[in-house]
C-alpha cells in the first residue's frame, strides 16, 4: 500500500495555498489543454513540493533545509527557504545549466557544485545534512514533495473540467506520481481518474528500465533532459504510484524534444526548457495520439533555459 495518497495531495494544496502560483490552463484547440507549469515561481512545478515538505516540517534545524538537484528542486527550495526565512544549501552536479546556477546565486543560496550526475550531488548532500542536521528536501522521493506535486493534478481537473489523460514528464518519478495522485477520482472508486501518459527521454528511462524489472533499476543518464531529467533511478514512492493501471509509459527521443521545444516556442510563444517540453513531444513526435473527441492536458512543467538557444 503506498504512503501517499488523493487525501494527501488535498492536504498539501490547503497548505501551500498563497504560497504557490495556480498556474494557468490554455486550450490550444479543442479538448487540448496546456497546463503552464513554466509559469510557476522558480521556473518549474517543484516549489510545490519544497514549500509543502518545509512547511510539514514544523520546527526547523538550526541548519535549515538541504537539497540536491539538477538545478529546478534546488531553485525551488531555495525560494521556498527564501520567502519562509530559512538558510538553503543546495547541491547541484556539473552539468547543471548555467542559468539555474545564476538563478541559485539570485535567490540567496549556498550552492555547492560537484559530482558528474545528479546521483553523485545526491550523495555529497546526504553527507553533509548528516554533518549540519539540516532538513533535507528530496527532489522526487518523499511523500510530502509528491504530495506536494499532486497539488498540480488538482488544479488540471478543476481547470478544465476534467480530462480523459494528462501527458507528463518523467525523471526521477515525484511529478508524475503526484499528477496520478492528485487527478485520482474522489469517489472511492479503485484505479479511477484519468490515464496518465508519463514521458521520457530514451536516453534516461528510468520509468520503463524499472517496470520491465518489476523495480527500481539504475539507467544511464545522457542527452538533452539530463540536467532535469537526469535521475539515474525512479524514486521507489514513485515506481509505487506509477506502476498502478491508469499509468502508460512512453519514450520519446532527444531530437522529438528538441522539435517540441521549438514548437511551443514557435507556434505559441512559449519558453520551455526541454524536460519542460518532452511531455509536448509524445504528442508531436506520434508517440502518444489521441482518439477522436478524447479531452488531453499537456504539463509543460519547467521554463529554466536560455532564451537565446530557442530561436537555433
Excluded at 112 to 130: L, S
Excluded at 224 to 238: E, P, Q, T, W
Excluded at 247 to 269: F, G, N, P
Aim: aromatic share 4%; glycine share 12%.
Amino acid at each position: 500500500m503506498t504512503t501517499v495518497a488523493h487525501e494527501h495531495v488535498l492536504a498539501a494544496a490547503r497548505r501551500i495555498d498563497g504560497l504557490a502560483l495556480r498556474t494557468p490552463v490554455l486550450e490550444i484547440s479543442p479538448g487540448l489543454f496546456f497546463k503552464l507549469e513554466l509559469l510557476q515561481h522558480s521556473g518549474s512545478f517543484k516549489v510545490r513540493g519544497a514549500f509543502n515538505r518545509i512547511l510539514s516540517a514544523g520546527e526547523l534545524p538550526a541548519g535549515g533545509v538541504i537539497a540536491a538537484s539538477g538545478g529546478n528542486h534546488g531553485l525551488a527550495v531555495a525560494y521556498a527557504a527564501r520567502e519562509l526565512g530559512v538558510r538553503a544549501e543546495i547541491f547541484v552536479p556539473e552539468v547543471t545549466s548555467p542559468v539555474k546556477v545564476a538563478g541559485l546565486e539570485a535567490l540567496g543560496a549556498h550552492i555547492t557544485q560537484t559530482g558528474a550526475i545528479y546521483a553523485e550531488a545526491a550523495e555529497a548532500a546526504a553527507k553533509r545534512a548528516a554533518e549540519t542536521g539540516a532538513l533535507a528536501v528530496h527532489a522526487y522521493d518523499q511523500s510530502e514533495v509528491i504530495a506536494g506535486q499532486g497539488t498540480t493534478g488538482l488544479e488540471i481537473v478543476e481547470q478544465t473540467g476534467g480530462v480523459d489523460t494528462v501527458v507528463v514528464a518523467v525523471g526521477g518519478g515525484g511529478f508524475a506520481a503526484g499528477v496520478t495522485l492528485g487527478t485520482a477520482s474522489t469517489a472511492g472508486v479503485s484505479g479511477a481518474g484519468p490515464r496518465i501518459v508519463a514521458v521520457e527521454p530514451e536516453r534516461i528511462p528510468t520509468l520503463r528500465a524499472a517496470l520491465q524489472a518489476g523495480r527500481p533499476v539504475p539507467v544511464e543518464v545522457s542527452g538533452v533532459g539530463a540536467d532535469a531529467l537526469g535521475a539515474s533511478k525512479i524514486g521507489g514512492l514513485a515506481f509505487e504510484i506509477l506502476s498502478g493501471p491508469r499509468v502508460e509509459s512512453a519514450l520519446v527521443t532527444d531530437e522529438a524534444i528538441v522539435a517540441a521545444r521549438r514548437t511551443l516556442w514557435q507556434r505559441h510563444r512559449i519558453a520551455a526548457e526541454p524536460a519542460g517540453a518532452a511531455a509536448y513531444a509524445a504528442l508531436l513526435s506520434g508517440v502518444y495520439t489521441p482518439s477522436p473527441g478524447e479531452r488531453v492536458a499537456v504539463v509543460v512543467c519547467g521554463s529554466n533555459t536560455d532564451p537565446a538557444t530557442l530561436a537555433a
